[in-house]
Each structure stands twice: as C-alpha cells, then as structure tokens.
C-alpha cells in the first residue's frame, strides 16, 4: 500500500510558476515508478510527465515539454513538479500516481497502482 500527498497548487497568473510536490509514504520509494496526470473541468484526466525510479528515465506530454520538469528525491520519498511559464491551458486538477511493479513508466492511467487525491492548479489569463 502506497498512500501519496499531493502539494503546492494554487492560483497564479499566465506565465508563473509553481512547484508541485508528491510525498509517498509506504513501500520503497526508490523502487516506485512515479507520473503526474492532470485533470480540467469537463474533461478527461491526461498524462503530464513521469519519471523512472531511479530518475534516469522522464517524459513529458508534447502540450508541457520545454515548460515543465519533473525530478524526485529519493531520501525523502518525494517527487516534483516545476511548472514554469504557466498557461491557462494548465489549469486542472494535478494528480500523482505511483507504479510499484517494476514495469517502468507511462502515459496510460491503467499503467499505475496507486493515486493521491490531486491538488487544484488555476492559472488566470
């Protein structure tokens, strides 16, 4: 069982930014697969970025690259998100989930186990 934490959301205006966090608690973070996945209004939840356990391997949806990093800290079973230049495009609901499996990373939703209950991110025009 993996529980995670997502923080950092809040209201900015277009192009700021803003750091996300994912605090995991369980398992062996250093062996966890992570991904950020974003859901707006109205709409279905997408993938964002992810990251391979040991940091090495990331990727990013084409709509954030060159925008957003995603970068974790083992010892401190934490994984991040640096949003810059914000968009109001970027504005959804932004989830963590982790993959404990050892089947590396993904884009999919069913690709993961374990979800956290999101953090608002609302960036005004």
């Known amino acids: 069982q993996v529980e995670l934490v997502e923080s950092g959301g809040g209201l900015v205006q277009a192009g700021d930014s803003l750091r996300l966090a994912c605090a995991a608690a369980?398992?062996?973070?250093?062996?966890?697969?992570m991904g950020w996945f974003r859901q707006a209004l109205g709409k279905e939840r997408e993938f964002v970025s992810s990251i391979s356990r040991d940091g090495i391997w990331t990727d990013y949806a084409d709509s954030v690259k060159g925008r957003f990093t995603v970068s974790r800290d083992n010892a401190k079973a934490l994984v991040y998100l640096q949003m810059n230049n914000l968009k109001p495009e970027d504005t959804a609901v932004y989830y963590c989930?982790?993959?404990?499996?050892?089947?590396?990373?993904?884009?999919?939703?069913?690709?993961?186990?374990?979800w956290g209950q999101g953090t608002q991110v609302t960036v005004s025009s």
């Open positions: 369980g398992g062996t973070f250093s062996s966890i697969n």
């Open positions: 989930a982790a993959e404990v499996n050892g089947r590396g990373i993904w884009r999919t939703e069913d690709g993961y186990d374990y």
